[in-house]
């Protein structure tokens, strides 16, 4: 299918570590949105590109988490020097714009930092 | 801050039951409000609501929104046991900065027992 991908979709990091995590959007979707779902919550935004430009990273909760889009498609979530607060599900969503379309969202990568 | 919550946080019903799940938000400039279902993977798409008062339906789903009050309902009749997952609202901000980032809901976590 050509749905949203990311990869790992488990991944276990020592406190301090830094992880990279790996969304695949649909292909020819402008906007790209990246989400943290904390157990038992709702998803909470992170950051938001359109094609490879950066335009809300607003919600990226402190300065050791960085993402980027290089080339307009695959983007790349980095956490660095991982805490245990980090833990959560990391969810990646493409929409065709920013508008009003729906937005579809990939497995996610489940996070846990020990 | 655009805020949405959902009730109940969860919901235990039987085969064959219809249940009603609610969203109430707030919200600066409103665009539309977006229903997700989402099992142990990623939220998938049901319903996007733009307009006050038009139902939309899919089988045994329907959804309505009251832009004048704030809210919208999902309704699920004849419950299956595979319906059982969590259901996520959110709401998409037309403010200039927003990029259409949606703001969740907790979710309602509804269980089909058969």
């Known amino acids: 299918g050509a749905g949203v991908s990311q990869s790992p979709r488990y991944k276990v990091a020592k406190r301090g570590q830094d992880v990279a995590l790996r969304c695949d959007p649909i292909?020819?979707?402008?906007?790209l949105f990246w989400y943290q779902q904390a157990l038992g919550q709702g998803p909470e935004f992170l950051t938001y590109?359109?094609?490879?430009?950066?335009?809300?990273k607003s919600g990226l909760p402190s300065d050791r988490f960085f993402a980027e889009r290089p080339e307009g498609s695959v983007s790349t979530l980095k956490i660095q020097r991982t805490q245990q607060e980090d833990s959560a599900v990391y969810l990646c969503?493409?929409?065709?714009?920013?508008?009003?379309?729906?937005?579809?969202f990939g497995p996610g990568t489940r996070l846990t930092v020990t | 801050e655009d805020k949405v919550v959902q009730s109940p946080l969860s919901l235990v019903v039987h085969e064959g039951d219809t249940v009603t799940l609610n969203c109430s938000y707030e919200?600066?400039?409103?665009?539309?409000l977006l229903w997700y279902k989402q099992e142990k993977k990623a939220p998938t798409f049901l319903f996007m609501l733009?307009?006050?008062?038009i139902e939309k339906k899919s089988g045994r789903l329907s959804s309505i929104l009251d832009k004048k009050e704030l809210f919208s309902i999902l309704n699920i009749t004849a419950t299956q046991t595979g319906d059982s997952a969590v259901y996520l609202c959110?709401?998409?901000?037309?403010?200039?900065?927003?990029?259409?980032?949606?703001?969740f809901g907790q979710g309602t976590i509804l269980t089909v027992h058969p």
């Open positions: 969503a493409s929409s065709l714009t920013e508008g009003f379309h729906e937005q579809y």
């Open positions: 292909s020819g979707h402008v906007s």
């Open positions: 590109f359109q094609n490879e430009a950066q335009l809300d």
């Open positions: 919200v600066t400039n409103f665009r539309s």
């Open positions: 733009t307009s006050s008062g």
């Open positions: 959110a709401v998409k901000d037309a403010g200039g900065t927003s990029y259409g980032k949606l703001t």
